[in-house]
């Protein structure tokens, strides 16, 4: 059975960090490792099994029907081919009552409008599976390449992203990408500067304190305001200045922005809920309007050919 090492439901970053020192005093220990000279190898295999491994978000593929029919969900394109073939049938009655035959001449105009809808429906799916498709070899690709420097058994070195695992010291390099969730140890250099705007939306960039710093109250050689010092870098996180060394606390589908993902996806926005609440009452007002046309339309025809028998 996995065991956790941090739950990120409902925290912020900095409750992370100060909980995750007090539950875990002797994190180093907690986490089968050893700041200094990292895990050995077979730490290594311990903790994937305690904790888990380092897997990459699976890339869910869309199949090309389901491009087909998403377009048909909303219900003003329904409403627009309800109307086609309205116009078809009543096009083709009218056609074979003034011709004394059937004449399926009259349903051009309605058959062009269904025509139109699929042709754009078809080539509309294909460029979002297209695109799709390119998006997967690129993931692919860009996953092939990435390396990353840990210390193990006192020594730096190179491994993949899926190797990568809870305990694990990470090397921290400038202009990187920050792989998984990690706790700021200890610098190589002076200072620390990250920017999370691809997680948290904001551009400034964060100046990071060690967790030893941020629990004593102590910022070292920075001027930085206690309420603002944090030590926790998040995966996707892009280290902008400085190099510096993190213990890994968090990987895979466990990592903030990830867990994060997902409780957004399962809850809607007030305001998301408002505007379907309100396109919702226009495709009903829209599908009424043209049903009541519709009837109005037909009781005029029927008028038109048995009461008044005028020629339509």
């Given at each position: 059975?996995?065991?956790?090492?941090?739950?990120?439901?409902?925290?912020?970053?900095?409750?992370?960090?100060?909980?995750?020192?007090?539950?875990?005093?002797?994190?180093?220990?907690?986490?089968?490792?050893?700041?200094?000279?990292?895990?050995?190898?077979?730490?290594?295999?311990?903790?994937?099994?305690?904790?888990?491994?380092?897997?990459?978000?699976?890339?869910e593929?869309?199949?090309l029907?389901?491009?087909?029919?998403?377009?048909?969900?909303?219900?003003?394109?329904?409403?627009?081919?309800?109307?086609?073939?309205?116009?078809?049938?009543?096009?083709?009655?009218?056609?074979?009552?003034?011709?004394?035959?059937?004449?399926?001449?009259g349903?051009?105009?309605?058959?062009?409008?269904?025509?139109?809808?699929?042709?754009?429906?078809?080539?509309?799916?294909?460029?979002?599976?297209?695109?799709?498709q390119?998006?997967?070899?690129?993931?692919?690709?860009?996953?092939?390449?990435?390396?990353?420097?840990?210390?193990?058994?006192?020594?730096?070195q190179e491994?993949?992203?899926?190797?990568?695992?809870?305990?694990?010291?990470?090397?921290?390099?400038?202009?990187?990408?920050?792989?998984?969730?990690?706790?700021?140890?200890?610098?190589?250099?002076?200072?620390?500067?990250?920017?999370?705007?691809?997680?948290?939306?904001?551009?400034?960039?964060?100046?990071k304190?060690?967790?030893?710093?941020?629990?004593n109250?102590?910022?070292?050689?920075?001027?930085?305001?206690?309420?603002?010092?944090?030590?926790?870098?998040?995966?996707?996180?892009?280290?902008?200045e400085?190099?510096?060394?993190?213990?890994?606390?968090?990987?895979?589908?466990?990592?903030y922005?990830?867990?994060?993902?997902?409780?957004?996806?399962?809850?809607?926005?007030?305001?998301?809920?408002?505007?379907?609440?309100?396109?919702?009452?226009?495709?009903?007002?829209?599908?009424?309007?043209a049903?009541?046309?519709?009837?109005?339309?037909?009781?005029?025809?029927?008028?038109?050919?048995?009461?008044?028998?005028?020629?339509?």
């Amino acid at each position: 059975m996995i065991k956790y090492c941090v739950k990120y439901e409902f925290q912020e970053p900095r409750d992370i960090q100060v909980g995750f020192c007090k539950e875990h005093k002797s994190y180093s220990k907690y986490l089968n490792t050893n700041l200094k000279d990292g895990l050995t190898n077979e730490q290594v295999l311990l903790n994937r099994e305690i904790f888990g491994e380092n897997d990459r978000e699976v890339f869910e593929e869309t199949p090309l029907y389901q491009f087909l029919l998403d377009p048909f969900q909303d219900p003003i394109l329904l409403l627009l081919v309800f109307a086609a073939f309205f116009s078809m049938v009543l096009g083709v009655v009218k056609e074979s009552i003034h011709e004394g035959h059937f004449e399926f001449a009259g349903a051009y105009e309605g058959l062009a409008i269904l025509v139109a809808v699929v042709v754009v429906d078809l080539v509309s799916a294909y460029n979002n599976w297209k695109k799709e498709q390119e998006f997967k070899k690129l993931q692919e690709s860009y996953a092939k390449t990435q390396k990353f420097f840990v210390i193990r058994d006192g020594k730096e070195q190179e491994i993949e992203f899926d190797e990568i695992v809870i305990g694990d010291v990470l090397k921290l390099n400038y202009g990187t990408q920050c792989p998984v969730d990690c706790i700021l140890i200890r610098f190589d250099g002076q200072s620390l500067k990250v920017d999370e705007s691809s997680v948290t939306g904001e551009s400034d960039l964060i100046t990071k304190c060690t967790l030893n710093d941020v629990m004593n109250n102590s910022s070292g050689e920075s001027d930085i305001e206690p309420s603002k010092r944090f030590s926790l870098i998040i995966s996707g996180s892009t280290i902008n200045e400085g190099t510096a060394y993190g213990l890994v606390i968090s990987v895979g589908a466990n990592t903030y922005i990830r867990t994060q993902t997902k409780l957004e996806t399962n809850e809607e926005s007030p305001l998301m809920e408002k505007l379907e609440i309100i396109a919702n009452q226009i495709g009903r007002f829209g599908m009424f309007t043209a049903i009541l046309i519709i009837i109005i339309i037909w009781i005029k025809l029927i008028i038109q050919i048995l009461v008044l028998k005028t020629d339509i």
